[in-house]
């Protein structure tokens, strides 16, 4: 089993950056395929991005090219770069670890907005 902590959103302007944190704990964090999701007001929860156990990646189109998602193994920590920022970027962003069986984090909120 594994428990994840998010951290890192907040309001920010349109055009603006945020980086996101997922840090991890109680299991082997190397053996897990990690990702990051959202759920906007209203909304179902949508896939963002996600990185293998190797290191490949795999992102939305709504946000290929402004999000980059990694991990460092030896912090056990999850991330996720966020670039040129949109209103529609508006959600509640959970950390998800995927081992065949699938844990979340509490969320944390990004508000883009002027």
């Known amino acids: 089993q594994v428990q994840l902590v998010e951290s890192g959103g907040g309001l920010v302007q349109p055009g603006g950056s945020l980086r996101l944190s997922c840090a991890a704990s109680?299991?082997?964090?190397?053996?897990?395929?990690m990702g990051w999701y959202r759920q906007a007001p209203g909304k179902q929860r949508e896939f963002v991005a996600r990185v293998t156990s190797d290191g490949s990646t795999y992102y939305a189109d709504s946000v290929k090219g402004r999000f980059t998602i990694s991990r460092d193994n030896a912090k056990n920590t999850l991330y996720l770069q966020m670039n040129s920022l949109k209103p529609e970027d508006t959600a509640v962003y959970y950390c998800?670890?995927?081992?065949?069986?699938?844990?979340w984090g509490q969320g944390t909120q990004v508000t883009v907005s002027s």
């Open positions: 109680g299991s082997i964090f190397s053996r897990y395929a």
């Open positions: 998800n670890a995927n081992n065949g069986w699938s844990y």
